[in-house]
């Protein structure tokens, strides 16, 4: 019996295996690569599937796709593990997919977890993947840019695998719930989903684990407390909480409340918030409340989101956290925010004049002749860099739309903005 093989029904077994989809119709997730009409959907269907390799976090469908390739195609189907095996492993089967061969049947190797091959180990695939004798589907939740070697990396298909939506996870669950014979509510099931954070085997095995909790058919709140051994915090990721605790988180940054911002963070964070979500909030608050009063905001706030992405959960909170905090104590200024909305507003009310003739570019002699260009000053060939020529169209002449405020950096280009004006003036 091989790893794909489908053994009767055990209730002993993980929920996740025994709910373990056979076939791409009840496949749940990846539709950007296994959609309908999609290259791989269709190279599995047609069996003629290449050597690929599946990219993707933990419990997103890597080992199911592999078993649904195991069951559609006419090959020799080869589970391997990079955690059990070894040079010796591999060259013996190799040397029998060689042998598949001869005899007129491919052999398609699943390696799990590529990326603990060192060098030489996934060395030895590459000949008898350069000669034929195997179709190599790797599955890692590792970079294939760093983890697998170039030369066989090159003669595989890389597909990226995303985490599951909490919509799918929670479509999982109700079929566990199915199997299991048991209930609970939408915001349980939710909770589950939020919490697993795109993982199907952790959201299954937490319900696994509630489900045998429970004494009767439904499964109340306090047992996935238990289970979960912290508390379930109220939080829908669509709906109006989660709209709140963002609201509270950027409004403690902009009241320069740190303890508060640090707090309504935490709360994001322990409900399984989507960390690049609050990335994407914090470097809003850099751009909208902090300014240029702190122009360093934006780039703390960017090289968190980079931070957070590369380290993952739980470390990277850490890097949302110090961010948050910097962005709560640094200098407040949304003068930059409050010109662009002046500037729009100018522009929907006003009419869209031409732009002046001086501001045009020439670059023919027709244009140049009909006084594109003429009149232009290049500021480098005047004084501090300052002309006194009018850059807006002339019935905003004259128009201040940016007004700095005093505070942080942008007392100081509130200094140099002075100077320019006042220049320009005389």
């Given at each position: ?132 004798d195997v179709t190599l589907i790797g599955a890692t939740t590792e970079n294939p840019s760093f983890e697998v070697v170039g030369a066989l990396l090159s003669r595989s298909r890389v597909f990226t ?79 109006e909480e989660h709209y709140n605790l963002v609201s509270a988180l950027h409004k403690s940054v902009r009241a320069s409340d740190a303890d508060a911002a640090l707090y309504w963070l935490a709360r994001m964070l322990e409900s399984g918030e989507d960390r690049m979500y ?149």
């Open positions: 019996m091989s790893l794909f093989d489908s053994p009767p029904p055990d209730s002993t077994r993980p929920l996740a295996e025994r709910l373990r989809p056979q076939s791409l119709d009840d496949y749940i997730g990846q539709e950007h690569i296994l959609g309908p009409g999609k290259p791989l959907r269709r190279a599995i269907e047609n069996d003629q599937l290449g050597s690929i390799i599946l990219w993707g976090p933990p419990g997103v469908g890597k080992t199911t796709l592999a078993s649904i390739i195991a069951r559609t195609t006419k090959a020799e189907f080869v589970p391997f593990s990079a955690v059990m095996s070894g040079i010796k492993e591999i060259r013996e089967v190799m040397a029998r997919a060689e042998q598949t061969r001869r005899h007129g049947r491919r052999t398609v190797l699943f390696v799990d977890e590529i990326h603990r091959f060192n060098k030489a180990q996934q060395d030895a695939f590459l000949p008898y993947v350069e000669k034929g695998l995303q985490a599951l939506a909490t919509e799918q996870l929670i479509t999982l669950l109700r079929r566990g719930l199915q199997l299991l014979e048991k209930q609970a509510t939408d915001e349980l099931l939710e909770q589950i989903a939020v919490f697993a954070n795109g993982d199907a085997r952790t959201a299954y095995n937490i319900l696994d684990l509630a489900a045998t909790a429970s004494d009767g058919r439904e499964i109340p709140t306090a047992i996935l407390e238990e289970v979960l051994s912290r508390k379930v915090l109220l939080y829908d990721k669509g709906g609050i990335a994407r909030r914090l470097v809003r608050m850099a751009v909208e409340d902090i300014g240029l009063a702190d122009p360093r905001a934006v780039e703390q706030a960017i090289a968190c989101q980079q931070t957070a992405h590369f380290l993952g959960v739980p470390e990277g909170d850490q890097a949302l956290a110090q961010v948050t905090l910097y962005l709560a104590l640094a200098a407040k200024s949304d003068a930059a925010y409050r010109a662009l909305n002046t500037v729009r507003a100018e522009i929907r009310q006003g009419v869209a004049e031409p732009v002046p003739m001086h501001l045009r570019n020439a670059p023919t002699k027709l244009m140049k002749g009909m006084g594109y260009g003429a009149g232009y000053k290049h500021a480098h060939q005047f004084a501090d860099a300052v002309t006194g020529m009018e850059c807006l169209p002339p019935s905003l002449a004259g128009r201040e739309f940016y007004q700095p405020t005093d505070r942080g950096v942008e007392k100081k280009i509130a200094e140099r903005l002075r100077e320019i004006r006042e220049s320009k003036r005389q």
